[in-house]
């Protein structure tokens, strides 16, 4: 169903369904034909058809991941959606939308990768936190805000950045007070004050497309596949009006997980 301004709502059905293409800034419909795609889990929030969901390196699309899928560390948050129908992808709101690469090499952040066609190879980047997709084919990636592409020479703050085409990976770079000042220094040691863009950025050079979303606010990271503790939801385990974060104990700045995320590791 969607709203429009003025308008009551569009309520759609596997025929006003698009194929392969946006139903609106959030949600994207994949149409399968017999056919396959790869699927990060906890992405897919509807579809109408008959199609079956598989873990990576299960049964019988052993070839397909052998030929499609080279990622070990993130094998276990991805399945294959086969059959026919339409699926519905999302991801907590963030804007989705499809890119196609024409005998093309991307590399893009993990979290926002959300599917991708079997014609294209995924293989895991030498920089931590980030998938490459070569060959020719269309993936979907989610984004904090729109995507902005640019053009190299260029200096990303960390937190912006989606993923980068077609161009060497980037180096880091530091800003002369960040390495020799003593906040900075305290800030990279502990997290305490946060790392901003002005004094820590990726380095990009040479030819190529980098992706930007249109925010410094990285994803908010989520256990792929997991229920949300919150009440209501079958088998979260919350009781009605004590919902609250998930994982229990929060993080506290300057633990590694959070310096990794800060830093795009």
Partial sequence: MTTYPGAGPVIHDPATLPSDDNVNAYTFCVELKGSEWFLQKGKMIAYYGSMTFEGIGHGRLDRLV???FHSPLHASDWVVASGSGKMLLADRAFDVNSYDLDDGNLTIR????LAFQPSLALKQSIVPGFLTLIGTGKFVAASNGPVVFMEPPIRVDPQALVGWADCPSPCHHYDHGYMTG?????????????ASG??????????????LQSSETLMEEQATGAVPGEPGVPGSGATTGHSGPQGGTPRLPGQLGDLQRRFGL
Avoid: D, P
């Fill in 66 to 68: 052998r030929t499609s």
């Fill in 110 to 113: 993990s979290g926002n990768l």
């Fill in 198 to 211: 002005e004094e820590h950025q990726f380095e990009f050079v040479g030819a190529g497309t980098v992706l």
């Fill in 182 to 194: 003593l906040m900075g220094g305290l800030r990279a040691m502990t997290g305490i004050g946060g």
